[in-house]
């Protein structure tokens, strides 16, 4: 079989091995996914998908949702239900379409008034949905947190939501091994959070593209599961498509007695661990990419600038422009430097705060509040913070804090004790930093305009961010008197979390699962249009091309997260580069290249700059090209998410090295000139029809694109393959069948019911072969 490894593999070749119910000669591989998580930002478009083509979810058992990003976060003392909860307009309707939709199909879902609820990366490990070996999805980039437990774990966009719900499978490819080891004992006062830091300040923020890092070594082995999630959670800042730990004895004592992982020393357990202790690199096997870091080069570790890889020791000073050789790179230094406010040469240690926000996918588990108690216990923060917010990562954290006492330590110090979300990381809810606001963090994201329109990030680790808190400013948190209590994790402090069990009734279940009656089963609602918005034809496209000179492009900037609050897919034109195209007062920016002739019709963005569409899984960014009329994007390299969600919207991202290549379509573009992109002959031409230069693009994607043809309805074809992976899938790994919840009242195995195929799939139509 083409792609299969034969010799020494590494821990990603296994997992994916392990899951490939398909693969064609081009490398295009079906692969079978045991874990989809889902949030309410990116699943409503993709269950309209699934009910417009009279779909179901393929596999319940196999799906949790839970609402994380909207919710607000103050106390839900009144709570009764999110209409009446959330104010919002469009965070409630996204919260409750959710809410339709869990029930509709019929799917383990873990609402506001639900103890269990949380960040979708904190509860599925909390809860043992997330296991070693297994794939594990959601719409959303920090997927790559699930990695820590040797999961291959990743974001998808919404069109793979919609695809991984239908048929339980992605259409991908393999990544390349990317190893990244980290030896030797970690200074005190050094965390995860630093050891990520360092790395993407190392690697930058596409050094991991393409690629699956896995994280190995003295420093990494030492780490506590939850220190683990924190690495593998950023592994997408370091541009790679997940990030992944080798499970080990410290894996499997945290997944004892987590309520979806198997019983501990039953049979299951006995066999499920056997497994797990194969999943690690083989001896002598190949990486295309290593880095090798000496643990005690890394200090307490902050970012200055407006991309995760502008990091600094918090010793160091504000780099400049100088400090850079890379021309992108020192352009990039000067925007970041203006947007936040910064001189080159001031002392990390001199910039003062406004906010303190911790809490986060990365940052918001138990250990991390610990430690951040430890260094406010019997202290006040800052007389000049505006707000210290402490935003435990799901209701189950904030309950065995509570239990701890570690709410009472942050409220005597001065932080304000919030309910579980997403909160301040991203401010989808009512949490966000006003406009020049600098705030420490222990998120993930500094982008531009993250936590708030205009305001100033600076990532840390939740130690730093205490001591900041303390201090007012940027801190060093090795100057803190209590300091010898926050150290990096040496195997013998690990601290296991207090365990949660199963419930043991239905009525504890109905208590915390907020069940409802009116759940439907798992039906495919509506008669609806028959079948799913498949893709318009893409073969030749020729116009006006906008230029656009800049590095690392988020898909934050693409399109801010106020925007993300829609249920549609549609008209989001209006709101591409938002901050950019749009002065404070609303008015257009002349100066940015989209308001301005002949670039508003543009078809075409060449881009400059390299890892153009980093960041978020958001599928809304390449929804806002294709509304503002943007259908192909010429770049040197793309974020691999981005990549792959502007295919399912029939777009062409075209990777064009930088060279002179590239700098002739630039020119063609700044001048004015029309461009013409040729897929069929795989070619870029001026408008003349001179040819500028071939381009590469993968066969099955050229052909779904030539003929519009909807990936969803040719996976169905595949349903023989699908349904003898699971049958096999049930006799090696029978723990992975039924989340736990369904389980109790199985009797053998769950019984999959394979959705047929819709008679209008747009294959079928257009007589195209079933194979793909
Ligand atoms: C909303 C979601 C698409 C997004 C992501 O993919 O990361 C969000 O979680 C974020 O952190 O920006
Ligand atoms: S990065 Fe922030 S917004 Fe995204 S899932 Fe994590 S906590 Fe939520």
């Known amino acids: 079989m083409p792609g299969v490894i034969k010799g020494p593999r590494t821990l990603y070749d296994k997992v994916f091995q392990d899951h490939v119910v398909d693969e064609k000669p081009d490398g295009t591989v079906l692969l079978y996914i045991d874990r989809h998580l889902v949030h309410e930002v990116t699943s409503p478009q993709a269950f309209e998908g699934l009910r417009n083509a009279g779909r179901k979810v393929r596999r319940p058992d196999c799906t949790l949702a839970t609402t994380d990003h909207n919710v607000p976060t103050s106390s839900r003392k009144t709570f009764k239900n999110v209409a009446q909860f959330i104010k919002e307009d469009d965070s409630r309707t996204q919260c409750m379409t959710l809410e339709e939709n869990v029930k509709n199909f019929n799917l383990t879902y873990f609402g506001m008034g639900d103890k269990r609820q949380g960040i979708v990366h904190i509860i599925g490990p909390e809860q043992g949905f997330t296991l070693p070996g297994t794939t594990v999805v959601c719409g959303d980039s920090h997927t790559s947190t699930h990695g820590a437990f040797g999961s291959l ?110 019983k501990v020393d039953s049979p299951e357990w006995k066999k499920a661990v056997a497994y797990w202790s194969t999943l690690k690199s083989d001896e002598g096997a190949s990486y295309d990419i290593e880095v090798f870091i000496d643990a005690k080069d890394i200090e307490p570790t902050v970012s200055w600038g407006t991309s995760p890889q502008d990091v600094v020791p918090i010793s160091g000073v504000v780099p400049g422009p100088d400090d850079f050789e890379d021309e992108n790179k020192k352009k990039a230094c000067i925007r970041a430097l203006e947007y936040m406010g910064l001189e080159a040469g001031t002392k990390m240690e001199d910039i003062s705060i406004d906010k303190v926000f911790i809490g986060s996918c990365t940052n918001a588990r138990i250990e991390d509040l610990r430690t951040a108690a430890k260094i406010v216990e019997g202290k006040k923060v800052a007389s000049n913070l505006k707000a210290a917010m402490i935003v435990p990562g799901s209701g189950l954290v904030k309950k065995m804090a509570e239990s701890e006492g570690l709410d009472k330590v942050f409220t005597d110090a001065g932080f304000e004790w919030r309910e579980a979300g997403c909160s301040m990381c991203l401010g989808m809810n009512p949490d966000i930093l006003s406009p020049k606001e600098r705030c420490a963090s222990t998120s993930n994201r500094n982008f531009e305009g993250r936590q708030g329109a205009q305001g100033r990030t600076h990532l840390m680790s939740p130690a730093m961010a ?20 926050v150290t990096g994790k040496a195997p013998n402090q690990v601290e296991l979390e207090p365990q949660v069990s199963e419930p043991e009734s239905d009525a504890d279940l109905e208590e915390i699962m907020d069940l409802d009656e009116t759940s439907q089963g798992n039906t495919a609602p509506s008669a609806a249009p028959a079948s799913s918005a498949g893709m318009p034809k893409f073969t030749q496209l020729k116009g006006i091309a906008a230029p ?92 691999d998410i981005f990549f792959n969600n502007t295919f399912k919207n029939g777009m062409l991202p075209l990777r064009v090295a930088e060279g002179p290549a590239l700098d002739k379509i630039f020119d063609e573009a700044a001048a004015g000139r029309e461009v013409e992109v040729d897929l069929p002959n795989q070619a870029i031409k001026t408008a003349d029809g001179t040819e500028i230069t071939n381009f590469e693009v993968e066969e099955f994607r050229k052909h779904c694109l030539i003929n519009g043809l909807d990936d969803i309805g040719l996976t169905m074809q595949m349903e023989d393959k699908i349904s003898k992976f699971e049958k096999r899938r049930t006799e090696e790994t029978p723990w992975l069948d039924g989340s736990g919840y369904l389980k109790r009242n199985r009797k053998g195995p769950v019984q999959v019911q394979a959705a047929p195929v819709p008679k209008t799939n747009r294959g079928e139509e257009k007589g195209e072969p079933l194979e793909w």
Not at 466 to 485: E, I, P, S, W
Request: aromatic share 6%; charged share 20%.
């Open 153 to 262: 774990a990743f974001g998808i966009g919404t069109s793979e939501v919609e695809h991984v719900l239908a048929t339980q499978t992605l259409i991908t490819r393999r990544s390349k091994n990317m190893r990244v080891q980290v030896d030797g004992q970690l200074a005190p006062g050094v965390s995860s959070k630093d050891i990520i830091l360092y790395v993407i300040g190392k690697i930058g923020t596409a050094g991991g593209t393409g690629a699956v890092i896995e994280f190995c070594g003295s420093a990494i082995r030492s780490l506590s599961m939850e220190a683990r999630m924190s690495i593998c959670n950023m592994s997408i800042e370091g541009g790679a498509r997940a990030g992944m730990i080798a499970p080990d004895q410290i894996t499997f004592d945290y997944l004892k007695d987590k309520p979806l992982a198997p």
């Open 466 to 485: 205490a001591a900041a808190a303390l201090a007012g400013k940027l801190a060093d948190v090795r100057k803190v008197d209590n300091l010898q209590q």
């Open 548 to 639: 656009m000179d800049r590095s690392n492009v988020d898909t934050d900037a693409i399109i801010p997260k106020q925007f993300l609050k829609t249920i549609k897919r549609s008209g989001l034109g209006s709101a591409l580069f938002n901050q950019w195209r749009y002065n404070d007062d609303g008015s257009e920016n002349p100066d940015f290249v989209l308001n301005q002739q002949p670039w508003r019709d543009a078809k075409i963005l060449v881009v400059k700059g390299p890892n153009f569409g980093c960041g978020s899984s958001r599928e809304h960014a390449p929804w806002a090209l294709l509304d503002f009329g943007i259908t192909c994007i010429i770049a040197p390299s793309f974020g």
